[in-house]
């Protein structure tokens, strides 16, 4: 290819003792090939990923209806954060509360109350640990509270515009190191989202673009369905449709996908291509039942509430083929943990710093608008029951053999 430098491709085939750490396995056919293609390491793992487990450790939630005002009945969870000594903190936004509990189960303690003074909440959206500190995310408030372990109050960083509304989903915090996360923001010098660093002793001055508006339609893209009328507007996005999904990681650079593809590309603060990860898996159709299914709930809210609305397109444009990701999430150990879309079930498959492959775990459920959170082998979930009682769910990642 003329004016490319190309450098030797290495082929890592993984069996025990020649790939970084806990990559290896015994019996696994992956293969991990790099490759430098101007300056851009360009990362291909194809086979068949090493089987790990997530072995359950707690679960903390109502065990019935009768468990009134216990510490265990939440009146809406918008996030969780492991904490040191095997500790579980637990945002409760409806209560503007943080309750404490071991990985036992056990309350240990709680902290915070509704109000705009030290260690109060208007809106507790997000906590997150940097360092020996716990920070948590009030947007109605625009600040960033910082406790102790034990719940002291101590201090703010007013560095949010009052007000901010929206998906906990979004507005949050990105741990992405032990003593590095990043939250959500708006800068209006670019217009844009973007992601600001923080560490326990303050901002890290690391700022990461968000998601990029997608100027050209990538490959399968299908606008959304945009309905107007009684008074009322929504965009409502086609079943299976792909979605740009992006990520903050540690030192400034940002992990992006188009969910189409499996290709998740890093960048620098400057919007230069370091890595590409891609992985070879098979494509797979859209039955015609999954089709008839798929149409989503607020869909279906909005249609009842504003009957008389038209939409445009009329009816939600089928996709060739369902995508392969649905979202992506770095961990504080580095680790990138993809959630690849598969008829038989989602899988979540976690990738090395490097970008190759480690292992692969079937998904858990979780909460619509929360994530999961990891620290070390751990890995917690928040999952709402059949009568929308929120549960906190904590796993260990293990190998299955």
Not at 133 to 144: A, I, Q, Y
Not at 192 to 200: E, L, R, T
Request: aromatic content about 10%; charged content about 25%; hydrophobic content about 40%.
């Amino acid at each position: 290819m003329s004016g490319v430098a190309r450098l030797p491709v290495v082929v890592a085939t993984l069996a025990a003792g020649c790939a970084p750490h806990d990559r290896a396995t015994d019996e696994s056919d992956l293969t991990t090939t790099f490759d430098t293609v101007a300056g851009v390491i360009h990362v291909a793992n194809a086979g068949t990923a090493s089987e790990w487990r997530l072995v359950p450790v707690v679960s903390i939630g109502p065990k019935t209806l009768t468990d009134q005002a216990a510490p265990n009945e939440f009146g809406g969870v918008s996030a969780v954060a492991l904490g040191p000594e095997e500790t579980v903190f637990v945002a409760d936004e409806y209560n503007n509360e943080v309750r404490v509990f071991g990985l036992d189960g056990a309350h240990r303690r709680s902290f915070g109350r509704e109000g705009e003074g030290p260690g109060e909440f208007r809106s507790l959206y997000s906590l997150a640990w940097a360092g020996d500190r716990l920070l948590t995310l009030d947007p109605r408030l625009g600040r960033v509270g910082e406790f102790s372990a034990e719940g002291e109050w101590l201090g703010q960083r007013r560095t949010l515009m009052a007000g901010f509304s929206g998906s906990p989903e979004f507005i949050r915090f990105y741990p992405v190191g032990p003593d590095e996360v990043f939250r959500f923001a708006y800068s209006p010098e670019r217009e844009a989202m973007v992601w600001v660093g923080h560490q326990g002793s303050g901002d890290t001055g690391d700022t990461v673009a968000g998601p990029p508006v997608l100027e050209t339609p990538p490959p399968g893209a299908i606008p959304p369905m945009l309905c107007e009328g009684d008074g009322a507007t929504g965009f409502f996005g086609a079943p299976f449709a792909p979605k740009s999904v992006r990520h903050p990681a540690s030192g400034g650079i940002a992990y992006s996908a188009w969910g189409y593809l499996y290709r998740i590309a890093v960048t620098d603060a400057a919007g230069d291509t370091l890595r590409i990860i891609e992985r070879t898996l098979p494509t797979q159709p859209i039955s015609d039942e999954e089709w008839a299914g798929g149409r989503s709930e607020e869909y279906d809210v909005f249609r009842e509430r504003f009957p008389n609305a038209s939409c445009n397109p009329r009816t939600f444009t089928r996709p060739d083929r369902k995508p392969f990701i649905d979202e992506i999430f770095v961990a504080p150990d580095g680790r990138l943990w993809v959630d690849v879309i598969r008829t038989a079930g989602n899988r979540w498959e976690f990738f090395d710093a490097e970008g190759g492959l480690v292992g692969s775990v079937p998904a858990v459920p979780y909460k619509a608008r929360t994530v999961p959170v990891f620290r070390g082998e751990y890995i917690a979930t928040i999952r709402q029951d059949e009568l929308e009682l929120d549960h906190i769910d904590v796993w260990r990642l293990e190998r299955a053999n």
